[in-house]
């Protein structure tokens, strides 16, 4: 998962291939609460591992309920009609999938409870479920302002006498998840009598009821409607577990690779993007999105928990939708009018304006930055894309903490003008779909040249290795250590029983082509290996200078250092990254320091292992392989003719990142956002 304060898109160009979704949010937190209601234990498989799911179980715990976790496996033991555990502090991050619900269910067990969450959730209304609630009898009050959380819930004698006698009434159209708070609480009290719940005003986002009314079937409870306005819960009713219940992928998320074939894949691509994990069959309101998409001109087709999506019409076309029946993916049909032949009206999204931002306000926004034409209302947005090419903008995306703005928006780095997109923040993807940036890259293609990397050059013991990996990591780009690729080699060529000699030549370069090499963090892996310190040995070295010597090993070596030039980006140290093996790379780094300096740097080191050392004895060293390195006839230590030269001797590792990333700045065609 990307953690990065922002990630550097480079221009994308065409897509292919298959994606895995991970579970659907709405369900997973649904699944949970309902296991949690029910008596008996309930195995949940393929539950979405995210952010909002993580408050939802962590809230459970703090309830009483018994929670074990495999994978995406979770084993949860409910409540059975036991009160929960209270006094407890319940912390609800954004996630008002986990927020509203559970405020409902805890007024309905009993006990005392603040739920709380972080300042945009402050900002999202929950006064309709308050006041339906209220109605009821419950005692909940506000810890801020009126009609917003933290709340409190008072029920520390237990839950009061609720007047069930009359309907309980809640408005429809602010948000559905008032209604789906209600009809999962409500069972608790319908032991005796039937309970009757009465939307008032137009019922917004129908479909996430549906998922609603489906789970709470699953759980033992059947709910009656008549036209999505009266809904009632039969007497009697009581949470059962069912057992096993697996989890959906999430439609919400599919959106964005739908709309990737529609917009990335060529008519001739027979292969195009599938989906797996959900199908047209979906029980979620957002497959419905995949209507949408073939109005827009995408050809999708699609079987049980799997869907395949290519280039129909190009450019796209421009459609008016009414899209309250698919809230959350409509964002992504916004982004998709970009790439459209006119302009795309989408109506009736009042709910947008009460997500995890204003999601209309943001839209329009950060569309109008890439050179878009954008007309807001209360409940709708106009999107009018580019007239030409040469009039897209490159941007720097402000996400707003929301990750539907983060992963609808990295869909504009497939444009026409082949500029960059910026990602600010992209981290805020946990909240649904932690993998989502990798995913993407999986089944995306650039053009090598268009893939940025960084090079980082400088002598021994300069400290190049760790400015790199620090700049990799703040960047969310590929590392290469290229000076452990001759030491893996070797070590890879004494695994497979060859001499490193003459004889063994072309066999230990086959060898090098392939080898599974990737660096995480400071570990160096060996296919699934961990070799990170069976390279630093004194043997390791040696033997590695015996294999660089080898002309067909440094020739495969030179096209497996290419591989890694992978997207998102690459940033690379080395002898010759910047000279020899990328020589266009944007931005070339050469790294120094004195030999003093160094010298001081490779004793603490040596020291902090256990190794005896003199400062004197290593500086002498290195100053000697110094001239050997910038004397030898293939590729000589040297600064690339428009590397920049940092001296890092007075400098501490965040300082030196510090400066290479204000030079990577510099060369970006967008300043960061005054928001960002």
Same mark, same amino acid.
């Given at each position: 998962?990307?953690?990065?304060?922002?990630?550097?898109?480079?221009?994308?160009?065409?897509? #292919? %291939?298959?994606?895995?979704?991970?579970?659907?949010?709405?369900?997973?937190?649904?699944?949970?609460?309902?296991?949690?209601?029910?008596?008996?234990?309930?195995?949940?498989?393929?539950?979405?591992?995210?952010?909002?799911?993580?408050? !939802?179980?962590?809230?459970?715990?703090?309830?009483?309920?018994?929670?074990?976790?495999?994978?995406?496996?979770?084993?949860?033991?409910?409540?059975?009609?036991?009160?929960? @555990?209270?006094?407890?502090?319940?912390?609800? %991050?954004?996630?008002?999938?986990?927020?509203? &619900?559970?405020?409902?269910?805890?007024?309905?067990?009993?006990?005392?409870?603040?739920?709380?969450?972080?300042?945009? !959730?402050?900002?999202?209304?929950?006064?309709?479920?308050?006041?339906?609630?209220?109605?009821?009898?419950?005692?909940?009050?506000?810890?801020?302002?009126?009609?917003? &959380?933290?709340?409190?819930?008072?029920?520390?004698?237990?839950? &009061?006498?609720?007047?069930?006698?009359?309907?309980?009434?809640?408005?429809?159209?602010?948000?559905?998840?008032?209604?789906?708070?209600?009809?999962?609480?409500?069972?608790?009290?319908?032991?005796?009598?039937?309970?009757?719940?009465?939307?008032?005003?137009?019922?917004?986002?129908?479909?996430?009821?549906?998922?609603?009314?489906?789970?709470?079937?699953?759980?033992?409870?059947?709910?009656?409607?008549?036209?999505?306005?009266?809904?009632?819960?039969?007497?009697?009713?009581?949470?059962?577990?069912?057992?096993?219940?697996?989890?959906?992928?999430?439609?919400? #998320?599919?959106?964005?690779?739908?709309?990737?074939?529609?917009?990335?894949?060529?008519?001739?691509?027979? +292969?195009?993007?599938?989906?797996?994990?959900?199908?047209?069959?979906?029980?979620?309101?957002?497959?419905?999105?995949?209507?949408?998409?073939?109005? !827009?001109?995408?050809?999708?087709?699609?079987?049980?928990?799997?869907?395949?999506? %290519?280039?129909?019409?190009?450019?796209? +076309?421009?459609?008016?939708?009414?899209?309250?029946h698919i809230p959350d993916a409509a964002m992504t049909l916004a982004v998709m009018a970009l790439y459209a032949d006119g302009t795309t009206a989408l109506r009736n999204i009042a709910s947008w304006r009460v997500k995890e931002t204003d999601r209309i306000a943001a839209m329009a926004t950060e569309l109008r930055k890439l050179g878009a034409t954008v007309q807001e209302g209360a409940d709708f947005i106009c999107v009018t894309p580019p007239a030409r090419a040469q009039d897209w903008k490159p941007?720097?995306?402000?996400?707003?903490?929301?990750?539907?703005?983060? !992963?609808?928006?990295? $869909?504009?780095?497939?444009?026409?003008?082949?500029?960059?997109?910026?990602?600010?923040?992209?981290?805020?993807?946990? +909240?649904?779909?932690?993998?989502?940036?990798?995913?993407?890259?999986?089944?995306?293609?650039?053009?090598?040249?268009?893939?940025?990397?960084?090079?980082?050059?400088?002598?021994?013991?300069?400290?190049?290795?760790?400015?790199?990996?620090?700049?990799?990591?703040?960047?969310?780009?590929?590392? $290469?250590?290229?000076?452990?690729?001759? @030491?893996?080699?070797?070590?890879?060529?004494?695994?497979?029983?060859?001499?490193?000699?003459?004889?063994?030549?072309?066999?230990?370069?086959?060898?090098?082509?392939? $080898?599974?090499?990737?660096?995480?963090?400071?570990?160096?892996?060996?296919?699934?290996?961990?070799?990170?310190?069976?390279?630093?040995?004194?043997?390791?070295?040696?033997?590695?200078?015996?294999?660089?010597?080898?002309?067909?090993?440094?020739?495969? $070596?030179?096209?497996?250092?290419?591989?890694?030039? @992978?997207?998102? %980006?690459?940033?690379?140290?080395?002898?010759?990254?910047?000279?020899?093996?990328?020589?266009?790379?944007?931005?070339?780094?050469?790294?120094?320091?004195?030999?003093?300096?160094?010298?001081?740097?490779?004793?603490?080191?040596?020291?902090?292992?256990?190794?005896?050392?003199?400062?004197?004895?290593?500086?002498?060293?290195?100053?000697?392989?110094?001239?050997?390195?910038?004397?030898?006839?293939?590729?000589?230590?040297?600064?690339?003719?428009?590397?920049?030269?940092?001296?890092?001797?007075?400098?501490?590792?965040?300082?030196?990142?510090?400066?290479?990333?204000?030079?990577?700045?510099?060369?970006?065609?967008?300043?960061?956002?005054?928001?960002?």
């Amino acid at each position: 998962m990307y953690s990065t304060a922002f990630l550097d898109l480079p221009p994308l160009q065409a897509a #292919s %291939g298959e994606v895995h979704l991970p579970g659907s949010k709405s369900i997973s937190n649904r699944v949970l609460l309902l296991a949690a209601l029910s008596t008996g234990t309930t195995t949940v498989h393929d539950l979405l591992a995210s952010d909002d799911t993580r408050v !939802m179980l962590d809230a459970l715990r703090q309830i009483g309920c018994t929670v074990d976790e495999a994978g995406s496996t979770v084993r949860i033991t409910g409540l059975g009609g036991c009160a929960p @555990r209270s006094p407890a502090r319940l912390f609800m %991050g954004n996630a008002g999938t986990a927020m509203r &619900p559970l405020t409902a269910a805890l007024a309905l067990l009993g006990g005392e409870f603040e739920l709380s969450g972080v300042p945009r !959730m402050h900002e999202r209304p929950i006064g309709d479920l308050v006041d339906a609630l209220r109605q009821l009898g419950c005692q909940i009050d506000y810890l801020g302002n009126d009609g917003y &959380p933290p709340l409190r819930i008072a029920h520390g004698q237990g839950v &009061p006498a609720l007047a069930l006698a009359a309907s309980i009434q809640v408005r429809g159209d602010v948000s559905s998840q008032f209604l789906t708070a209600l009809l999962m609480a409500l069972p608790l009290a319908a032991t005796h009598q039937d309970v009757v719940i009465e939307v008032v005003g137009e019922l917004i986002s129908k479909p996430y009821i549906h998922i609603t009314l489906q789970l709470l079937e699953r759980f033992g409870i059947v709910v009656e409607h008549q036209n999505w306005q009266r809904f009632t819960i039969a007497a009697g009713s009581h949470y059962q577990s069912p057992g096993d219940i697996h989890v959906e992928a999430d439609a919400s #998320s599919a959106s964005y690779f739908i709309a990737l074939g529609a917009i990335a894949t060529s008519a001739n691509d027979q +292969k195009g993007i599938k989906i797996q994990g959900v199908g047209l069959d979906s029980i979620q309101g957002d497959i419905r999105f995949v209507e949408a998409a073939r109005a !827009m001109g995408a050809v999708v087709t699609g079987g049980p928990n799997w869907l395949q999506i %290519g280039r129909g019409a190009w450019p796209l +076309k421009a459609i008016d939708l009414d899209c309250n029946h698919i809230p959350d993916a409509a964002m992504t049909l916004a982004v998709m009018a970009l790439y459209a032949d006119g302009t795309t009206a989408l109506r009736n999204i009042a709910s947008w304006r009460v997500k995890e931002t204003d999601r209309i306000a943001a839209m329009a926004t950060e569309l109008r930055k890439l050179g878009a034409t954008v007309q807001e209302g209360a409940d709708f947005i106009c999107v009018t894309p580019p007239a030409r090419a040469q009039d897209w903008k490159p941007a720097s995306i402000h996400t707003y903490d929301d990750h539907r703005v983060a !992963m609808c928006f990295s $869909l504009a780095a497939f444009n026409p003008a082949s500029l960059p997109v910026r990602i600010e923040d992209p981290k805020c993807v946990a +909240k649904t779909f932690p993998d989502y940036f990798e995913a993407l890259f999986s089944v995306s293609q650039a053009e090598t040249a268009h893939i940025p990397v960084i090079c980082i050059d400088g002598p021994t013991a300069s400290g190049k290795g760790t400015v790199a990996a620090a700049v990799a990591q703040r960047l969310g780009y590929q590392f $290469l250590d290229s000076g452990a690729m001759y @030491r893996i080699t070797a070590l890879a060529a004494a695994r497979a029983g060859l001499t490193i000699d003459a004889e063994h030549e072309t066999r230990i370069g086959a060898l090098a082509q392939t $080898l599974p090499v990737h660096f995480d963090g400071g570990r160096v892996l060996l296919g699934g290996d961990d070799v990170t310190d069976a390279i630093r040995t004194e043997e390791a070295g040696m033997n590695a200078s015996r294999v660089s010597a080898l002309p067909a090993v440094r020739t495969a $070596l030179v096209q497996l250092q290419h591989s890694f030039r @992978r997207l998102p %980006g690459l940033v690379a140290d080395g002898r010759d990254m910047g000279t020899v093996i990328f020589p266009d790379a944007p931005l070339k780094v050469y790294l120094t320091a004195s030999a003093a300096c160094r010298a001081e740097r490779r004793y603490k080191q040596l020291i902090s292992k256990g190794f005896s050392a003199s400062i004197d004895s290593l500086r002498a060293d290195l100053e000697a392989r110094d001239a050997r390195d910038s004397s030898r006839s293939v590729a000589p230590l040297q600064p690339a003719q428009d590397a920049l030269v940092l001296d890092n001797s007075n400098l501490t590792i965040d300082e030196a990142v510090d400066q290479v990333l204000a030079w990577w700045q510099e060369r970006q065609p967008f300043a960061v956002s005054a928001q960002g």
